[in-house]
């Protein structure tokens, strides 16, 4: 079985471009992601992973995404070798996708323009003051 689930956010814009005689779109980006855990510095290592979709997500990736967006992908692990103009073998590894979707809106988020009802804290609970609970 090959499925990835990845979340990241894209390093630069998508590149859409459509395969000579069969039309399909195909766009490329990176999507950095932090690893888990945290250096001893307070740091953390990013991954910049690459990622090509095929078809109508291709032409969404291009028409609605940006660098910075928040996305989630399902796709599968690709790896494709070539040889270089001197003759040496490379291998090239992406995700393959053709499932796409934005987690965040194209507006950039402020702390300012957050909704917080009133009586709430900023986690969204509100306190309760009742000595009838029985915890």
């Known amino acids: 079985m090959n499925n990835v689930v990845l979340v990241g956010r894209l390093t630069k814009d998508p590149e859409l471009r459509y395969i000579p005689g069969t039309g399909t779109a195909v766009a490329n980006f990176n999507l950095a992601i932090d690893r888990d855990y945290t250096k001893k510095d307070g ?71 957050r909704f917080e009802p009133a009586g709430l804290d900023p986690q969204g609970f509100q306190a309760i003051e009742d000595d009838d609970l029985p915890f």
Do not use: W
């Not at 996305?71 to 073998?89: L, P």
């Open 43 to 113: 740091t953390k290592d990013t991954d910049f992973i690459p990622v090509e979709v095929i078809g109508k997500g291709a032409e969404f990736c291009a028409n609605y995404l940006q660098k910075g967006r928040l996305v989630g992908i399902q796709g599968s692990i690709r790896v494709d070798n070539y040889k270089t103009q001197q003759g040496e073998n490379r291998t090239f590894t992406k995700v393959h996708t053709m499932k796409v979707n934005a987690l965040d809106s194209k507006k950039e988020n402020h702390e300012n323009d």
